[in-house]
């Protein structure tokens, strides 16, 4: 499965944006995750997809929101309030079969290249 991350950009604090995650083919499980240099890779959010299932984490929840298409190879992220400590790497991730909870980057075979999202102050 091939993932192509994009939408991310420029903007100011408190605008939004939405980052789209198109797979070649179905998924099992796609989410969402961002880095920064020097940290570990965020977990922000994931939807299982035949259980209609959709997990935030609590840093992102009210602000970002997941959606997807009807063939399950497209997942959205939108992007609501946006601050300064948003910026970042936003990668994609998914995965054929369960492997481990949704939450964690371990628990995806498949990554995406990432999109640029910079908050400006």
């Known amino acids: 499965v091939q993932l192509q991350a994009s939408g991310g950009g420029l903007v100011q604090s408190g605008d939004s944006l939405r980052l789209s995650c198109a797979a070649s083919g179905r998924t099992y499980i796609t989410g969402w995750f961002r880095q920064v240099p020097g940290k570990e890779r965020e977990f922000l959010a994931a939807?299982?997809?035949?259980?209609?299932?959709?997990y935030y984490a609590d840093s992102v929840t009210g602000r970002f929101t997941v959606s997807g298409n009807n063939a399950w190879n497209t997942l959205y992220l939108q992007l609501n309030s946006l601050k300064p400590e948003d910026t970042a790497v936003y990668y994609c991730?998914?995965?054929?079969?369960?492997?481990?909870?949704?939450?964690?980057?371990?628990?995806?075979?498949?990554w995406g290249q990432g999109t640029q999202v910079t908050v400006s102050s």
């Open positions: 939807v299982i997809w035949d259980a209609g299932r959709t």
């Open positions: 991730a998914a995965t054929g079969e369960y492997l481990g909870v949704p939450r964690s980057a371990k628990s995806y075979a498949y």
